[in-house]
């Protein structure tokens, strides 16, 4: 409390600030709760987010709706059956980001031990800075994360990678085997959602990465679909949530690898029920342009002359290049970076699958008066 002056250089006696002047409203409620507040535009948590870019321009346009954008903050969610690519995905996640932060921390949650020192080595990880941490149950993933998060403040390069919860059991149902009860665990959902409650606030005030491998269950209808196991708690706090499916990708001599498709399930940044694709072959890995020439010739970026051969189209000048390039030799930076760099190509693939920001309704004036 204070004495200042009215508009009218009458006394004020209430709250003044530290120039003496009369405080607004905004000002006596800023200053009035026990949580630091500040007005929306300068809030932390509406600034720009940072998008860390994966090698993967596809696997950037699922996690953000640009070929330039990436993995943000926030839960992310990589679910599907056994053998779809899930933990290797995620790895190329993980890598990508203490690429990009070279202080960067990663804790790996393992439940399923499946990652092997050799994927490790093949994605490129620098595993001195990536703490595994085994675990059995749903309550130890929840008391361990907890506190691990309460050590970590804003600013601190951390990405949390959970492989996984699709098959990690509350403590109640491991209790019930040690003590030969068969009864069935009516609390696995309920922990799920409770660790997911607790920790998530934690990823976005803290700016922090997290990647949860899950499982997925058809359901019993007459035309069947994938849902993610686990309940509600994780659906709801994912900001992300993909489903993979996969084809095989045959060859002359068999099959040479598979398709994976990325089917967005739910998404904050990208238009849900989006799916995009991408090849991984047996001996060469992640073909890192796969996903890209469907795009391209739906705009007109690249065009197809004749079977099996393409061709790049320069969209700002209409220029058709002469050379014709074989489907084998297109996939390689020489025939992609023209076509990446060119902006028209960027906000199609943008237009195309970022959720947009127009307004939720047009407004007329005159209805306003």
Known sequence: MGIGMNLDDTPYY??????????????????????????????????????????????????????DGGLSNGLTVLAGPSKHFKSQLGLVMVQ?????HKDGVC???????????????????????????????????????????????????????IDSVGNLASKKEVDDALDE????????????????????????LKDIPCIVIGHTYDTQEMFSKQVLSGGK??????????????????????????????NVDK????????????NVNFDSGIN?????????????????????????VDQETGE???????????DSKEFWMPVLTQQSFLDFVKNKYQLSVNPMMQFDDSEDE
């Not at 507040?37 to 953000?64: C, G, H, W, Y």
């Not at 804790?107 to 990536?130: C, K, N, Q, W």
């Not at 708690?233 to 001599?253: E, H, P, T, V, W």
């Not at 058709?320 to 297109?330: G, M, P, T």
């Open 14 to 67: 209430g709250p003044i600030n530290l120039k003496g002047n009369k405080m607004s409203l905004l000002d006596k409620l800023k200053a009035a709760g026990s949580v630091k507040a500040t007005t929306l535009e300068d809030s932390l948590m509406f600034q720009v987010k940072e998008f860390v870019p994966t090698r993967i321009p596809i696997i950037n346009v699922a996690l953000s709706g640009k070929v």
């Open 96 to 100: 990508a980001y203490m690429k990009q």
């Open 107 to 161: 804790l790996f949650y393992d439940s399923e031990f499946g990652v092997t020192p050799e994927y490790l080595a093949s994605h490129g990880i620098d595993t001195s800075r990536m703490l595994h941490i085994p675990i059995e149950h749903i309550e130890q993933l929840k008391f361990d994360l907890s506190k691990r998060l309460d050590e970590i403040k804003r600013g601190d390069k951390v990405i949390v990678f």
């Open 181 to 204: 009860k068969a009864v069935a665990d009516m609390t696995r959902a309920k922990q799920l959602k409770g660790l997911f409650r607790i920790v998530t606030p934690h990823f976005t």
């Open 233 to 262: 708690g994780l659906y709801y706090s994912a900001n992300q949530i993909f489903m993979i499916g996969r084809s095989q990708d045959k060859g002359s001599d068999g099959i040479e690898g598979y398709n994976f498709s990325l």
């Open 267 to 278: 998404s904050r940044f990208v238009k849900e029920k989006s799916k995009l694709e991408f």
């Open 288 to 312: 890192k342009w796969s996903g890209l020439m469907e795009l391209a010739l739906e705009s007109g970026h690249v065009k197809k002359p004749s079977n099996g051969w393409f061709t790049r």
């Open 320 to 330: 058709i290049e002469e050379k014709k390039w074989r489907k084998a030799d297109s």
